[in-house]
């Protein structure tokens, strides 16, 4: 009989809830009671909520089971692998033989999940083990590039194909990148460069480390294409440093292409094709997202941005000819190549085709990484796909490009993802985070939280990005302070389109955008902050009381014993009270409250 | 702007510690007379010491050529270099969009009290250092903290106390 292959699913977000350990504790178990099973390790498959992820072949089917633990694994072992019995309690999904591979989910929310989705660029992930490039060639990895091999096609006709497929750069910006790659294509050099921009500096996002974990080869099997196209002859992967374990897949997944020639001298016998890729690992620097400030930073300079042009593909890296991407835009062209640009150009709408990835987080009951065609609504990917919000509350905005993105408010829930409608908000697509906010999420200080950010990472380049950013944040902070005046509001939006008009880069155009979004939509909460010197969401600390009530406080103490500064007070058995001057509104006593006697306003 | 750290560097001469410059002889041999060498050698030295001493800084530009200034203009700009000794474990809490609108700020405030030390600084005993990072890049599992290089997610502010204590524990058991 055929070994039971058993499959635990390490990306970060797994491992981070204990993954390591569901693999380890298999491991021990299967040796001290000789299992005959094959374990093996596959990355993220985008269900974070459930994680850690255990997945079960046996000779009936498939079975995936989630939220693995110490104890659980150790049912599991009992039940299904030694008595083929499956554990119904922990059961995802499965798939049995006898039902023609039919996939059954236990639970509705799952399937919604799962189902809705449609995966180019997850192809592979969570499919594979990712450190074996052997797992990447049998779901027709490096196909496409053996494609273009033995059919002839030429360096030109590459470049048609994905122009026609219209994929539009997956880093934010949406430029087409067929047209990039025309450009980099049309410039004669003897050395040209390719680099893969995997510096996901976003705070808020996380597609691209888990491409690169769970799928490195589909990134450099896209960056090969890449480089046949504009003929380069050097490529580059700049990837964060805070991406440990992406960086060690790349490299590894780099040996074995090296082994196998499609890396090296002739590449698949193409005459002439010499091409390989080494890895840069960043410093941890939001601008090196910027192209031009990356390329300074891949020649070891400070990550500064200069003006354009001469553009990259004229004058890039060491001077020479250079195309930059991104990590998903990469992982989607050897799907488009093998499939054809027709075939691409089906999932979308007119002006934006394929799909997109994003990362959903925030208060959100399903967090994980979702790929979904684009035109798909706002609303079906936080209420459908996402599960809607956590503990009951109130949906408030969506969160969309990070720092240099913007809020998108309830009504416009039905907004289509797309770069064109969601440009139209105000916010921009961006890489793919995406923040789901509740009633609790105060709006001035999120736009604080992100002017704090842009500010920290302005290179200090440019006077309004530097200044500019900085005295807009010294206003947001005194707002979420209860300082705030009668004019602020006016004051933001005139830095705010200066800093846009004035900056150099991308990083201080779009620095504004967290606070024009959050004027535009939500304006009556920065008036709140301001005039009546309330924080509706009940989030800034200095404009919030707790207080007891007497009616409902039962005297369990329970509050008192809690409070980290000893700020309230009361008898056994009787109502307690809170002295204001101490509080430091940590909200302790209000999460600890059984008889919700903590009012909070 | 970046270039909080370079104004933080009182303690200079504290950091005249028994630095074994030879033990970076390697990371030079090997990244001399290589193009846009200077960040992987500066990631090199502060691997070796763990923050990329001025002993360092100097021997780096004799040897390979490189202007000091350059040196330090790369250094300060980095998030990722460090100028002084941090302590023996190294607490990131993550303050990216999910764990901000998660209370990633009661975590770093909780920590703080319990390690009786501001953001980004040292204890005492130099067991900790408590630091804030962008992102970690775990926000489905916000709030999150990474302490030497392992993730914690799921967090609350009892829960990374909690963490803390027991790290405590297996170092004063030893």
Redesign the interface.
């Known amino acids: 009989m055929e070994n039971i292959k058993v499959i635990v699913g390490l990306g970060?977000?797994g491992?981070?809830?204990g993954a390591n350990k569901v693999y380890n504790l298999i491991k021990d178990i299967k040796q001290r009671d000789k299992l005959n099973i094959d374990l093996g390790k596959t990355s993220c498959v985008g269900m974070?909520?459930n994680?850690p992820l255990v997945e079960i072949f046996d000779k009936t089917g498939y079975y995936l089971y989630g939220n693995i633990d110490e104890t659980t694994v150790n049912d599991i072992i009992e039940n299904h692998i030694k008595n083929n019995n499956p554990v119904n309690d922990y059961l995802i999904s499965y798939k049995l033989i006898s039902d023609n591979n039919k996939i059954k989910f236990f639970k509705e929310e799952d399937k919604t999940f799962s189902l809705s989705q449609h995966k180019i660029v997850l192809r592979n992930c969570g499919y594979i083990n990712p450190e074996s490039i052997a797992d990447y060639e049998s779901r027709q990895g490096y196909q496409s590039i053996k494609k273009i091999a033995h059919e002839k096609i030429s360096s030109a006709s590459v470049v048609k194909t994905i122009m026609d497929s219209g994929l539009r750069g997956r880093g934010g910006g949406g430029f087409p990148t067929g047209l990039k790659w025309k450009f980099a294509a049309n410039k004669k050099s003897d050395e040209k460069y390719i680099i893969c921009n995997a510096d996901?500096?976003?705070?808020?996002?996380?597609m691209d480390?888990s491409v690169l974990e769970g799928d490195p080869h589909s990134v450099i099997e896209g960056m090969i294409i890449g480089a046949y196209a504009i003929e380069a002859t050097h490529g580059v992967i700049y990837c964060r440093?805070?991406?440990?374990l992406a960086i060690k897949r790349l490299n590894i997944a780099l040996t074995q292409a090296r082994k196998k020639a499609y890396l090296g001298k002739n590449i698949i016998s193409i005459k002439g094709f010499n091409f390989d890729i080494i890895v840069?690992?960043?410093?941890?620097?939001?601008v090196c997202g910027e192209e031009t400030a990356l390329i300074a930073?891949?020649?070891?300079?400070?990550?500064m941005p200069r003006k354009r042009p001469p553009f990259p593909a004229e004058a890039g890296l060491?001077n020479k000819p250079t195309n930059i991407n991104n990590v998903e835009t990469f992982a989607n062209v050897p799907w488009i190549i093998l499939n054809g640009s027709e075939e691409f150009t089906k999932f979308g709408t007119e002006k934006s085709k394929g799909t997109k990835v994003f990362?959903?987080?925030?208060?959100v009951k399903h967090?994980?990484?979702v790929e979904v065609p684009m035109g798909i609504t706002l609303r079906d990917i936080i209420f459908k796909i996402g599960g809607g919000i956590k503990d009951g509350k109130k949906f408030k905005a969506v969160?969309l490009g990070?720092p240099s993105g913007g809020c998108i408010p309830e009504h416009l829930l039905d907004t289509i993802v797309d770069y064109d409608s969601i440009n139209s908000t105000g916010a921009i697509m961006g890489s793919g985070?995406m923040?789901v906010?509740d009633e609790t999420?105060c709006m001035v200080d999120?736009a604080r939280?992100?002017l704090d950010?842009v500010?920290?990472?302005?290179?200090?380049k440019c006077t309004f990005c530097?200044i500019g950013t900085?005295r807009m944040l010294e206003i947001l902070t005194r707002i979420t302070q209860g300082e705030g005046e009668e004019g602020d509001i006016e004051k933001l939006e005139e830095l705010s389109y200066q800093i846009k008009d004035n900056s150099l880069c991308g990083l201080g155009q779009t620095a504004p955008n967290p606070v024009l979004t959050t004027i535009k939509y939500f304006r009556d909460e920065y008036e709140a902050h301001i005039k009546k010197k309330r924080c509706p969401a009940k989030s800034c600390k200095k404009l919030i009381t707790y207080e007891v009530d007497p009616e409902k406080c039962t005297g369990c103490t329970v509050c008192a014993i809690n409070c980290?500064v000893d700020a309230i007070s009361g008898e056994r058995k009787k109502p307690h009270l809170i002295d204001q001057n101490n509080c430091i509104k940590?909200?302790?006593c209000y999460s600890k409250c059984k008889f919700n006697a903590i009012k909070l306003y | 702007?970046?270039?909080?750290r370079t104004n933080t560097s009182k303690n200079k001469t504290k950091n005249h510690l028994k630095v074994d410059l030879k033990l970076i002889d390697p990371i030079i041999s090997k990244y001399k007379n290589k193009?846009?060498?200077?960040?992987?050698i500066?990631?090199g030295v502060q691997t070796t010491y763990g923050f990329i001493p001025h002993e360092a800084f100097i021997k780096l530009s004799d040897e390979i050529g490189l202007k000091l200034n350059d040196l330090y203009?790369?250094a300060t700009?980095?998030?990722?270099?460090r100028l002084h000794p941090g302590g023996k474990h190294i607490i990131k809490v993550c303050?990216?969009?999910?764990c901000?609108?998660?209370n990633s700020d009661?975590i770093t405030?909780a920590l703080k009290?319990e390690l009786k030390i501001n953001d980004g600084e040292t204890t005492k005993d130099n067991l900790f250092t408590l630091e804030s990072?962008?992102?970690?890049?775990?926000?489905?599992?916000?709030p999150?903290m990474m302490i030497d290089?392992e993730?914690?997610?799921?967090l609350d502010?009892a829960k990374a106390v909690k963490i803390i204590r027991e790290i405590k524990k297996t170092e004063f058991r030893v």
């Open positions: 970060s977000c491992i981070a809830t974070c909520y994680e996901e500096g976003d705070p808020g996002a996380f480390r440093a805070e991406y440990p840069k690992e960043g410093a941890g620097a939001f930073s891949v020649e070891g300079k400070r990550g060491w990362a959903l987080a925030g208060k967090s994980g990484l969160q990070g985070g923040i906010m999420t999120l939280f992100f950010f500010q920290k990472e302005s290179c200090g530097r900085k980290p940590c909200g302790v | 702007m970046r270039i909080k193009k846009g060498n200077l960040i992987p500066l990631q203009g790369v700009f980095y998030a990722q270099f303050h990216g969009t999910a901000h609108v998660q009661g405030d009290e990072v962008a992102c970690l890049g775990c926000c489905s599992l916000a999150v290089g993730t914690y997610g799921k502010n």
